[in-house]
């Protein structure tokens, strides 16, 4: 079954350490997004691609950098890690820009010490 | 942009009917989503309304007025399972660069009691 995953599911680190959360889709989706999670604030958009060589800063994007090199892929990365950063972190990703359902990969819990 | 409000929390019994609600002020509109979200796991998609009126599936029913600026969404015949995290999400208008991600609100929790 086509599917999206997200890996490490878990990870704990240390301030200013470069960290990257893969992301990996095989619907064969155009758009693909992260956003990140935090009690109080709801689901917050940090980039998003349109398809591949296309990225977007969303809401959140400070800190935070993205690429698509193919269809199938989009890893985040946090350049300097920052306490502030530590969330749950989703990747999701649709067919079309004018379908609006999102699949969501399960999450990656992040944790910057 | 979008201002989207829902409330925190939400408590029901077991067998009854619960509604949830949700406005938004949104520059421009064209659509609004519910996601279901069950504590340490992925939100899925449970409904999507773009013209005004209830849109129903089985248990979970949705509906619009664009005019108002609110949506509802209305889960019948509660079960334990339906404890959750709802989150009521918006689409922008426009084509282009940035107009058509999904806007979420923070998100009701749904206790379901016995």
């Known amino acids: 079954d086509a599917e999206i995953t997200q890996s490490p599911r878990h990870k704990i680190t240390e301030t200013g350490r470069q960290v990257t959360l893969a992301c990996h889709q095989t619907?064969?989706?155009?758009?693909m997004f992260w956003y990140r999670q935090d009690l109080g604030h709801g689901l917050r958009l940090i980039h998003y691609s349109y398809g591949v060589q296309d990225t977007n800063k969303g809401e959140v994007s400070d800190g935070y950098s993205v690429s698509r090199s193919n269809t199938e892929d989009l890893p985040l990365t946090l350049e300097s890690a920052a306490s502030s950063q530590t969330s749950v972190y989703f990747c999701?990703?649709?067919?079309?820009?004018?379908?609006?359902?999102?699949?969501f990969g399960e999450g990656s819990r992040l944790t910057v010490l | 942009g979008q201002n989207i409000d829902q409330p925190t929390e939400m408590t029901a019994t077991e067998g009854a009917i619960v509604q949830i609600n949700c406005t938004y002020q949104t520059s421009g509109f064209n659509g609004l989503f519910w996601y279901q979200q069950h504590a340490g796991e992925a939100p899925t998609f449970l409904s999507y309304n773009v013209l005004d009126g209830l849109e129903e599936k089985g248990r979970f029913s949705s509906f619009l007025s664009r005019s108002k600026g609110y949506s509802y969404l209305l889960l019948k015949e509660l079960q334990m399972k339906d404890s959750a995290s709802y989150l009521c999400a918006v689409r922008g208008a426009r084509p282009g660069a940035g107009s058509y991600q999904l806007t979420f609100g923070k998100g009701t929790k749904l206790s379901v009691i016995p």
């Open positions: 619907w064969n989706h155009n758009n």
């Open positions: 999701a990703s649709r067919h079309r820009v004018d379908t609006g359902e999102l699949f």
